[in-house]
């Protein structure tokens, strides 16, 4: 199996634009999670899908962002307007459905909002 | 207070040496994860356990539930054991949601 996948590796944008970051999970895996890395905070869960449905967005800072999963097999992060402070790298993982299953990480995306 | 807590921040070791990290945490949990960083690379889970100890090569993994701690050990250390280390929780109940430790920086030198 390929893991989970995620594009794109690297993203550099301006403030004000539009970004999309996408992740493939791990085939069979029916919960997949968006997490969120920076220097002063650590690892913070955004959102996690169950089943292609949101489950639990608590993490999501703000209106700005925003997740989706159309089917199993994708889904997107986008963060409309960026602004420098959402420059982080974002990791998407993936989880067979049972509460006692490690989760998959993706590579990551680095994104960097000038 | 951080829910979860790692100790200690940074480690310097030896090649060969014996190497300890601690996680403590303040919530009931029903699984405690430990997770591998190398630097500006992905994260790899090690373990995922809710009782006693496993092992996986040269990384042994032990939780005591009562005393909410758990250690992380890495018998002969290597240089490509060089990485960040973070503990994560996982809460009670049906929930999946994933509680991060601050992580444990360690280097280790040849």
């Known amino acids: 199996d390929a893991g989970v996948i995620q594009s794109p590796r690297h993203e550099v944008t301006e403030m004000g634009q539009e970004v999309t970051l996408r992740c493939k999970p791990i085939?069979?895996?029916?919960?997949l999670f968006w997490y969120r890395q920076t220097m002063m905070r650590g690892l913070e869960l955004l959102i996690y899908?169950?089943?292609?449905?949101?489950?639990?967005d608590s993490g999501m800072p703000e209106d700005r962002f925003s997740a989706k999963m159309p089917n199993a097999s994708f889904s997107t992060l986008k963060i409309q307007p960026s602004e420098p402070r959402d420059s982080a790298v974002y990791f998407c993982?993936?989880?067979?459905?049972?509460?006692?299953?490690?989760?998959?990480f993706g590579p990551g995306t680095r994104l960097t909002v000038l | 207070k951080n829910e979860v807590e790692q100790s200690p921040q940074n480690l310097t070791a030896q090649e060969g040496e014996f190497i300890t990290i601690n996680c403590s945490y303040s919530?009931?949990?029903?699984?405690l994860h430990w997770l591998q960083q190398h630097p500006g690379g992905g994260i790899v889970s090690l373990f995922m356990?809710?009782?006693g100890k496993k092992k996986h090569g040269r990384l042994i993994a032990t939780i005591n539930i009562q005393e909410k701690h758990s250690s992380l050990h890495i018998t002969a250390s290597h240089p490509r054991d060089s990485a960040v280390y973070i503990c994560?929780?996982?809460?009670?109940?049906?929930?999946?949601?994933?509680?991060f430790g601050k992580g444990t920086l360690l280097t280790v030198n040849p």
């Open positions: 085939s069979g895996h029916n919960s």
């Open positions: 994560a929780v996982q809460r009670g109940g049906s929930n999946y949601k994933l509680t």
């Open positions: 356990l809710s009782s």
């Open positions: 899908f169950n089943n292609n449905v949101p489950i639990d």
């Open positions: 993982a993936s989880s067979l459905d049972s509460l006692f299953n490690e989760q998959f």
């Open positions: 919530v009931g949990i029903s699984a």
